[in-house]
């Protein structure tokens, strides 16, 4: 099974001994290493990003990632989420033959949740979002559970699909010494929008039918009180301190 990842890195950066991928792409990948570990096949990582992007690619190389391809080239610049799954479509057929592609429900950044379902919709597949388990069924179908508020549903979906995952499908392992070793000589792939015939105007700032003026972190002042006592108590405290605020 030719598995495809598409993962991105933290934009932080990452305290020592923290993974610079971001949570749920080490998830994703790590689905996918125990799925070739199951059937055989070949995982590869793919990225679009800028050059420290490429940090990323080698940590997914030392998780047991078989092969890379990093999308790096000024052109992908600014993208949003639209453009940013174009960008990888194109990355991926430029790839060829593949049946399956994993990547994290969301990102910590926009945590929007959108480049998965359009990169599937561009690229003409099924997709299955919020993911928590995966099994391969003969005939080219899988059959999954999707994550729902108080319970879960069992979806089959036809192969090659997008499936976006989520944190509960897994524990991500670790990179080895071994891994890390490989990382540091394995050659990653790095591709020009020319280099796999991406479209300018699909792509980049031209691509992108949306765009960020500003980010800011909004922040509440509260009032802070601590109840002390046995349970019973405390809640007839609490109880009767919101109704002499007028909250209840």
């Keep these: ?29 790590e689905e996918a290493l125990r799925l070739k570990e199951k059937l055989s096949g070949k995982v590869t990582a793919l990225t679009m990003d ?59 950044a926009g945590a929007t949740g959108q480049v998965g379902p359009q990169l599937a919709e561009i690229l003409g597949i099924p997709h299955v979002t919020s993911v928590r388990k995966i099994d391969i069924l003969k005939g ?37 010494v071994w891994g890390i070793m490989a990382a540091a000589e394995k050659e990653i792939k790095i591709c020009t929008a020319n280099e796999i015939g991406a479209e300018p105007q699909n792509i980049g700032v031209k ?7 500003r980010e800011f972190k909004k922040s509440f002042d509260r009032r802070k009180e601590i109840l002390s006592g046995p349970p019973e108590e405390v809640v007839r405290k609490a109880v009767d301190r919101l109704v002499e605020l007028g909250a209840i």
């Design 1 to 29: 099974m030719d598995i495809i990842v598409c993962i991105r890195r933290i934009t932080q950066e990452p305290q020592p001994g923290q993974s610079i991928l971001n949570p749920l792409d080490r998830n994703a990948l």
């Design 50 to 108: 800028a050059p420290p992007g490429r940090r990323a690619l080698e940590e997914a190389i030392a998780m047991g990632a078989d092969e890379t391809m990093f999308l790096c080239d000024n052109a992908f610049a600014k993208a949003d989420s639209l453009a940013t799954a174009y960008a990888l479509s194109y990355g991926i057929r430029s790839l060829g033959h593949f049946d399956l592609i994993l990547c994290g429900n969301e990102s910590l």
């Design 140 to 176: 080219n179908r899988s059959l999954v559970e999707r994550a729902l508020e108080h319970g879960y549903m069992r979806v089959e979906v036809e192969l090659p699909a997008v499936l976006s995952v989520v944190k509960e499908i897994n524990s991500p392992r670790l990179p080895t």
């Design 207 to 213: 691509g992108s039918p949306s765009c960020a003026l």
